[in-house]
């Protein structure tokens, strides 16, 4: 089985990136610097910020679809990053280091299964089990102790 994961667009987030920190805060947003790694999970790049560098955390809406599972959480994002991270086949490094929770959805946007990984090589073997449902169309990936999105996973 083929997937793919890409990180958010850049372009989604670069307007807030040149705001002051009083007018993110009209938004929501906090600007933070990462004091540790792991921590600042970065949904562009997904690789946690490395100490120093500057995320911004705000709220944003992973699941668009209009269903009871339409869903938005906090999530970090990389001030530097330059362009989403794309992977074929394999994790990106914020979801090898962490407990994943798995949320398999139809083309409808319902969900129709889940599953928690503990570890790299076991989140890669449920996103491969959970695709070998056909009517499985894509999987969010969440921290499974904060419960944020991660990224999401497509057949690819």
Request: charged letters at 25%; proline letters at 5%; glycine letters at 6%.
């Amino acid at each position: 089985m083929t997937f793919a994961i890409t990180g958010l667009a850049r372009e989604e987030f670069a307007a807030l990136f040149t705001l002051s920190d009083d007018a993110l805060a009209a938004r929501g947003v906090i600007r933070k610097k990462a004091d540790k790694s792991p921590g600042y999970p970065c949904r562009i790049t997904l690789e946690d910020a490395r100490p120093g560098e500057t995320v911004l955390l705000l709220n944003y809406e992973s699941h668009k679809a209009n269903t009871p599972y339409r869903s938005a959480y906090a999530i970090f994002v990389r001030e530097g990053a330059e362009r989403a991270a794309h992977f074929i086949d394999e994790l990106p490094p914020v979801l090898c280091a962490r407990p994943i929770a798995l949320r398999v959805f139809d083309r409808q946007g319902m969900l129709i299964g889940a599953d928690l990984g503990r570890s790299g090589d076991e989140t890669k073997a449920k996103i491969i089990a959970a695709f070998a449902d056909p009517h499985a169309a894509y999987i969010h990936a969440h921290n499974a102790m904060h419960g944020c999105f991660a990224a999401a996973i497509v057949r690819a």
